[in-house]
């Protein structure tokens, strides 16, 4: 698969085989990860694996009433308060692996450079036949200091990309489109 075939073709996967993704694996999308660029070089990421999937459950299940504490009174999170009450949804959809993205925090540009670590991941491992999706939903749970001081993450750092990674059940076929995009203003001999 070439580049623009992976930039193009990659999707968010919500459906998983039931098999877990190899260690090795795992650490080739890590290793892959870190070429992203970073302002002045900082490299500022660091991450935490988890492959156990009663883990990631209980996880879920945390992160589903954290998040219907946090969606009071904010109407526009209110579409996913059926989810959030569903005891059968997993934030995680069943997938094997959860691979946590932090940045420190002092660093200017943190969520940028960890952003586009996350996106190099992605890719490679769509690439590799696997599927990713970005969980915002377990921020709140990933993010906290029980949760930080547990996975020995330092409290320096803050949760950029929770992303979950698995052997997609399917390919999504459908096209997907991009909708016209606005140039504010083009400014040079060619424009």
């Given at each position: 698969m070439n580049l623009l075939e992976?930039?193009?073709?990659?999707?968010?996967?919500?459906?998983?085989?039931?098999?877990?993704?190899?260690?090795?694996?795992?650490?080739?999308?890590?290793?892959?990860?870190?070429?992203?660029?970073?302002?002045?070089?900082?490299?500022?990421?660091?991450?935490?694996?988890?492959?156990?999937?009663?883990?990631?459950?209980?996880?879920?299940?945390?992160?589903?009433?954290?998040?219907?504490?946090?969606?009071?009174?904010?109407?526009?999170?209110?579409?996913?308060?059926?989810?959030?009450?569903?005891?059968?949804?997993?934030?995680?959809?069943?997938?094997?692996?959860?691979?946590?993205?932090?940045?420190?925090?002092?660093?200017?540009?943190?969520?940028?450079?960890?952003?586009?670590?996350?996106?190099?991941?992605?890719?490679?491992?769509?690439?590799?036949?696997?599927?990713?999706?970005?969980?915002?939903?377990?921020?709140?749970?990933?993010?906290?200091?029980?949760?930080?001081?547990?996975?020995?993450?330092?409290?320096?750092?803050?949760?950029?990309?929770?992303?979950?990674?698995?052997?997609?059940?399917?390919?999504?076929?459908?096209?997907?489109?991009?909708?016209?995009?606005?140039?504010?203003?083009?400014?040079?001999?060619?424009?």
């Open positions: 992976a930039i193009k073709g990659r999707r968010s996967t919500r459906r998983f085989k039931d098999i877990e993704v190899e260690p090795e694996v795992i650490r080739e999308l890590l290793d892959i990860s870190i070429w992203a660029p970073t302002a002045s070089n900082v490299q500022p990421w660091g991450f935490v694996v988890i492959q156990d999937k009663n883990y990631l459950q209980e996880l879920s299940t945390q992160a589903k009433a954290d998040n219907l504490e946090r969606m009071k009174g904010i109407p526009r999170l209110e579409q996913y308060k059926a989810s959030m009450e569903n005891p059968n949804f997993n934030i995680f959809y069943n997938a094997s692996t959860l691979i946590l993205i932090y940045g420190k925090k002092e660093h200017l540009y943190t969520i940028h450079d960890c952003s586009m670590a996350a996106q190099n991941l992605m890719l490679a491992a769509w690439d590799k036949g696997l599927g990713t999706c970005w969980i915002g939903f377990s921020h709140g749970v990933c993010d906290s200091d029980s949760f930080k001081e547990q996975h020995n993450v330092p409290q320096d750092y803050k949760l950029v990309a929770p992303v979950i990674v698995g052997y997609r059940e399917d390919i999504p076929l459908r096209p997907v489109s991009r909708r016209e995009y606005p140039v504010f203003q083009w400014t040079g001999n060619n424009s």
